[in-house]
Each structure stands twice: as C-alpha cells, then as structure tokens.
C-alpha cells in the first residue's frame, strides 16, 4: 500500500505564494499520471494540474500562475502556486494514477488534503 502526504498548505494574502509537496510513503512502480485536485466548500472537485505521459495540464482558471513538478526519486510531485486569489481557497488533494508493483492493475490513490486559504 502507498500514502500520500500533502503538505505545505495555509493562508496566505491575495497575490501571495505557497508551494504544495505530496510525499508517497513509497516507490510507485509505474506512474501514469500524477496531479492535483481542489474542492471549496459547496463546489464541486476540480482537477487543477496534471502530469501525464510527458504532457501537463492546467485548469484554465490557474493557467499562468501554478505550475506542477515531480521529483521521481523522492517520489514527490509539488504544485508552486503564485499570485493566489481569494478563488483559489480550497482544499488540495494530491493525486496519483498507477501501479505499486509489477503486474499489478492500474489504481487511484489520494491524499489526505491540505487547506490553501487566499484572503486579507
């Protein structure tokens, strides 16, 4: 089994900045995506960013302004996240598409969350 641990969350002013890190608690065999994911209160979940097959993704609202990054051998994918917005208050989920093992099937694995808060 794999946990994955978000870090790096907290309020911060509009305009300001914070850097996300999710730490899997062990080597992922084979990753097909890994990314990030965001959920206000009465809203529904959001991808924000992801990375798969040597391409990345942005939700259009953070195109600019966030960008994803993963270290494989520390097995860490991180989300720097500039000129925040009062919108960008959320809870962020990591999230990890893949196997543990050979042979293994494909499976999804989340994090705990941690809570981004933009606001004056």
């Known amino acids: 089994q794999v946990q994955l641990v978000e870090s790096g969350g907290g309020l911060v002013q509009p305009g300001g900045s914070l850097r996300l890190s999710c730490v899997a608690s062990r080597r992922i065999f084979s990753i097909n995506a890994m990314g990030w994911y965001r959920q206000a209160p009465g809203k529904e979940r959001e991808l924000v960013a992801v990375?798969?097959?040597?391409?990345?993704n942005y939700a259009e609202s953070v195109k600019g302004r966030f960008t994803i990054s993963r270290d494989n051998d520390k097995n860490t994918v991180n989300l720097q996240m500039n000129s925040l917005k009062p919108e960008d208050t959320a809870v962020y989920y990591c999230n990890v598409r893949g196997r543990l093992y050979y042979g293994e099937r494909v499976n999804e694995y989340w994090g705990q969350g941690t809570q981004v808060t933009a606001s004056s």
């Open positions: 990375t798969s097959s040597g391409s990345t």
